[in-house]
C-alpha cells in the first residue's frame, strides 16, 4: 500500500518520478505527489487529490530537479487531501519525506517530542518529518543521526518504508525500511529507489536489496548501507532481466484482461520451470525432505491467496497423504490453533509483502517451525524471511484483481503436491500425469478467453442490474465459488456470495428474490447432481441461474462448458468464466476495472 519512488543525479527526475508513480499506482491511488530540488536553490512541491494523472496535469514546464521524490497514497491516517497527501515536510520546509506503513507510537513520539508543534495533517508521516527536523535544528545533529535516532524512536510494531530529502543535502536521499518494501535501483550516473522494481525498469535492470533495519544512503553515484548500530553493510546488486513492457498495458484497455488473457501462458511457464521432459517435477530435493517430515501442512493466506490455499488443501491431502489445513492469515496471526507436533507452513502470496501474512511468518519462525513462500514476486519480503521460496513466474500482475497469480498458485501447489507425494512414495501422485493434465488446461483456457464475448453478453444480461448475487458448488467447486464471488464484488461493487450449495437452504435462501443471479460450478462426479438439485431450489425461488459444468456433466441448456481435466485441477478452468463475468459486469457500469474503489494491490498494513 502507497508508492514510493524517489531519484537523484539526473535533470530527467520529474519524469522519472511520474512514470515511477505510474507503475506504482497499483499499490493506491486516492492522492500523489512529488518534490524536486535542482540543487541550485529552486525545490518544488506539488500534491493532488485522486489519480497520477490529476498530479501530471498540474505539473508546468519550470518544475525541474536533479533530484526528487514521488509518493502515491492508499490513505491510513487522515482522509485523502493535498493536506495529508505525500511528501509532509517539517515546519520550516527544510526536509521532505514519503513514507509506506503505518507508525505505530506516532501519538507518543508527537507527545513527548513535538508538544509545541502545530501539525498542518493528519499524518503519522509529518510526525517523523517533524521530529527529524527537531533533532538536527533543536538538537543540532546532522541529518543522518537525525534520521537514525528518529528510526530509533519508532517502536517495532510500525511499519514503514521512508525517503527522505534535505535541502541542505539535496542531492541525497535518506532512505529506510522496516517490514514495507523498497529497493535501490543503481543506475549510471543516477540512483533510484523505489517500492517496486516495475517503477525503476525503464532506467535500469540492475539493483540492490535494501533489509529491514538499516539506513541507506542513496547519492548521484554512491550507495552506502549501514545497520541501526551503524556497521556498514556490504550488499551485491542483482539484475532483473524483464522487460519493462511486461508491466505495459499493451493493446488492452485494462490489465486485468491482459492478464486473465495470459493464464495459458503461465500455466505453460510453470511446466517449463517445475516439471522436466518426462514430467517429473525439478523441485529441490532440501524443500521435499524438510516437508516429508512434517506431519501436518498449513496454508496461510489472504484474500484470493486463501482461496488458492482451499484449492490447494485438496491436492496436497489427495497426492501426500499429509493432513493439511487452510488459514486466514489475519486471523491465525492471533488465534494460533492447537498445532501439531512437526507442522510445515505454506504462504501464499502474489506480492510477497502482505503484512497479514508476514505477521504470521514473524511468529512461526519465533516457534522454530519451518516454512515456503510460493509468491510471484521474487526477494519480497516473504520470500526472503521464509526457509524456502517458490517464484509463481506469473510476470507482474498490475489489476488489483488477481487473477494470473490465483492460478497460477494452483498450478504451483498441483506441482508441489506431485513431487512432495513422490518423495512420500504415494502412488497417486506418480501416476498423476500432471504435464499432460497442465497442457489439457493451457488449451482450455485458451478456449475459454477466445470466448470472452459470450460472458461480456452474459454478463450485460444477468449481472449489470441486481444488487446481489450468488456463486454456489461443492468440495472443490465451492472453493471456487469463493473466489468468484471475490472476483466480482471487489471490481463492480455486487454484493456476491461464495456458498456452499448445500448450506443454502440453512438461511441464505432468504435472500434469493426473482430475478437474483445464482452461477453454480459444477465439475465434480460425486456432488454435481446435489448442486444441480441446489440449483432447482433456487429456480422455484424467482432465482436466475446459469451453470460453469465440466463437459462430461453437461447438460444442454449448461451457460459455459469446460474441457474435462483431472477433477483436482478443474479450479484452474472454472475460475476463468468466473473472472471474465467479474470484468464485463464491472467494464459495463464503467467502473474502474483495474483500480477499484478503496483497494489496493499489495496490502502492507495490518
Ligand atoms: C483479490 C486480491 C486480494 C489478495 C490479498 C492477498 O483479487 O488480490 O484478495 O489476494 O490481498 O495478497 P497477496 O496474495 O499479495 O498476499
Known amino acids: 500500500m502507497c508508492g514510493i519512488v524517489g531519484v537523484t543525479g539526473t535533470k530527467q527526475s520529474v519524469s522519472v518520478l511520474i512514470e515511477g508513480l505510474e507503475r506504482l499506482e497499483y499499490r493506491g491511488y486516492d492522492s500523489a505527489g512529488i518534490y524536486v530540488n535542482d540543487q541550485t536553490g529552486n525545490d518544488y512541491l506539488v500534491k493532488r487529490v485522486g489519480r497520477i494523472s490529476n498530479l501530471k496535469n498540474a505539473l508546468t514546464d519550470d518544475i525541474a530537479g536533479t533530484a526528487g521524490i514521488g509518493h502515491t497514497r492508499w490513505a491510513t491516517h487522515g482522509v485523502p487531501s493535498e493536506v495529508n497527501a505525500h511528501p509532509q515536510f517539517s515546519a ?139 556497521n556498514e553493510m ?93 488459514f486466514i492469515s489475519s486471523e491465525f496471526a492471533y488465534e494460533q490453533p492447537i498445532m501439531s507436533e512437526k507442522p510445515f507452513f505454506i504462504f501464499l502470496t502474489q506480492s510477497g509483502e502482505t503484512a497479514d501474512s508476514r505477521e504470521v511468518l514473524v511468529n512461526i519462525k519465533k516457534q522454530g517451525w519451518p516454512s515456503l513462500t510460493i509468491t510471484n ?47 512420500c512414495d504415494q502412488q497417486a501422485a506418480t501416476e498423476f500425469d500432471l504435464k499432460q493434465q497442465l497442457g489439457i488446461v493451457a488449451v482450455g483456457m485458451q478456449a475459454l478467453v477466445d470466448g470472452k464475448e459470450k460472458l461480456e453478453s452474459i454478463a450485460s444480461r444477468y449481472l449489470s442490474e441486481p444488487r446481489n448475487a450468488f456463486y454456489i458448488g461443492r468440495g472443490i467447486d465451492w472453493s471456487v465459488a469463493l473466489e468468484s464471488a471475490l472476483k466480482l464484488k471487489e471490481i463492480s461493487y455486487v454484493q456476491a456470495e461464495g456458498f456452499a450449495s448445500g448450506e443454502l437452504k440453512h438461511g441464505t435462501i432468504a435472500l434469493i428474490e426473482e430475478h437474483t443471479p445464482v452461477i453454480g460450478i459444477i465439475t465434480q462426479d460425486r456432488t454435481a447432481g446435489l448442486t444441480r438439485s441446489n440449483l432447482q431450489e433456487v429456480v422455484s425461488r424467482g432465482a436466475s441461474v446459469l451453470t460453469i459444468a465440466a463437459k462430461h456433466l453437461a447438460q444442454p441448456d449448461d451457460t459455459i462448458v469446460l474441457p474435462d481435466v483431472d477433477p483436482l485441477l478443474t479450479p484452474l478452468l472454472s475460475v476463468v468464466p468466473a473472472q471474465l463475468l467479474a470484468y464485463y459486469t464491472s467494464l459495463g457500469k464503467g467502473l474502474d476495472v483495474d483500480k477499484p474503489r478503496n483497494l489496493a494491490k499489495s496490502v502492507t498494513v495490518q
Do not use: W
Open 377 to 423: 514476486v521474487p526477494k519480497s519480503t516473504l520470500s526472503r524471511e521464509a526457509s524456502y521460496t517458490l517464484l509463481l513466474h506469473a510476470g507482474p500482475e498490475i489489476a488489483v484483481a488477481s487473477t494470473k497469480a490465483y492460478t497460477a498458485q494452483v498450478a504451483l501447489q498441483a506441482i508441489l503436491a506431485k513431487a512432495l507425494g513422490m518423495t
Open 92 to 230: 520550516d520546509e527544510r526536509f521532505y519525506l514519503v513514507h509506506n506503513g503505518v507508525i505505530e507510537n506516532f501519538e507518543q513520539l508527537k507527545q513527548e517530542y513535538l508538544a509545541d508543534v502545530n501539525f498542518v495533517s493528519q499524518t503519522d508521516t509529518e510526525v517523523i518529518a517533524q521530529l527529524i527536523d527537531r533533532f538536527v535544528v533543536d538538537y543540532k545533529m546532522d541529518t543522518q543521526s537525525a534520521f537514525l535516532k528518529v528510526l530509533h524512536l519508532i517502536n517495532d510494531d510500525s511499519s514503514y518504508a521512508f525517503v527522505l530529502m534535505d535541502r541542505e543535502t539535496p542531492d541525497t536521499l535518506y532512505v529506510a525500511k522496516n517490514k514495507s518494501p523498497l529497493l535501490v535501483g543503481i543506475g549510471d550516473g543516477f540512483n533510484l529507489v523505489a517500492s517496486d522494481a516495475v517503477a525503476m525498469l525503464k532506467q535500469t535492470h540492475t539493483f540492490m536489496e535494501i533489509q529491514d533495519k538499516e539506513v541507506v544512503i542513496v547519492k548521484p553515484d554512491k550507495v552506502t548501507i549501514h545497520d541501526f548500530e551503524g
Open 234 to 326: 556490504k550488499r551485491d546488486t542483482f539484475r532483473v532481466d524483464m522487460d519493462a513492457s511486461a508491466a505495459d498495458k499493451g493493446t488492452y484497455p485494462f490489465y486485468m484482461l491482459k492478464e486473465v488473457d495470459e493464464q495459458p501462458a503461465v500455466m505453460r511457464k510453470l511446466v517449463q520451470e517445475y516439471l522436466d521432459e518426462d514430467g517429473r517435477p525439478t523441485i529441490e530435493a532440501g524443500l521435499l525432505n524438510e516437508m516429508k517430515k512434517a506431519d501436518r501442512l498449513y496454508i496461510i493466506g489472504a484474500g484470493t491467496s486463501y482461496h488458492a490455499g482451499l484449492v490447494g488443501a485438496r491436492m496436497f491431502e489427495r497426492l501426500t497423504k499429509i493432513p493439511t489445513q487452510v
